[in-house]
């Protein structure tokens, strides 16, 4: 009995650019988050709490940042809009409002949740989408290779 190799490359060529984009997105999150902190310092009453809200705004706009050069994020980048949307309305509903005096009974523990629950969505679809995206590759490619090793007779099909 040969020795088989399993093949990994349709593996790596689907997780890594996945993770590649993520690692990108992220890092500029954790930027931003840093940010936010030193900003937070100065801006106490106003972004205290809500500082890991704002960072998920800043998630959204990454993850559609990320979206926007092809149409191959186009669902994640839409999600990515939605999130920032979601976050925008909580952080002036937790966060403006309730500072100029008008107070709105909402559960921020819900808000947050729904809002990281939107983000990890948005990532299992970015690397759905890849994977996607590869299989589509990877088909074409084996259907282009058959096409160039057969041809047709009558209607029998002799391979070269």
């Keep these: 009995m040969e020795n088989k190799k399993i093949n990994f490359d349709w593996l790596q060529a689907w997780l890594w650019p996945s993770i590649k984009e993520l690692f990108i997105s992220y890092l500029s999150?954790?930027?931003a988050f840093i940010a936010l902190r030193?900003?937070?310092d100065s801006c106490e009453q106003i972004i205290h709490r809500?500082?890991?809200l704002a960072s998920i705004i800043i998630t959204a706009v990454c993850i559609a940042?990320?979206?926007r050069k092809t149409n191959k994020y186009k669902i994640p980048r839409d999600i990515g809009a939605a999130i920032g949307i979601l976050g925008i309305i909580s952080y002036v509903l937790l966060t403006i409002l309730p500072h100029k005096g008008i107070n709105i009974h909402l559960n921020y523990c819900l808000t947050f949740w729904i809002s990281i629950l939107c983000?990890?969505?948005s990532i299992v679809l970015v690397l759905l989408f890849n994977y996607d995206a590869e299989a589509k590759k990877r088909q074409e490619a084996a259907s282009s290779a058959r096409s160039t090793t057969e041809e047709t007779?009558?209607?029998?099909n002799i391979k070269l």
């Design 29 to 31: 999150i954790i930027a």
């Design 38 to 40: 030193l900003i937070g």
């Design 50 to 52: 809500n500082d890991i």
């Design 65 to 67: 940042w990320q979206g």
């Design 119 to 121: 983000v990890l969505v």
């Design 153 to 156: 007779v009558g209607d029998k």
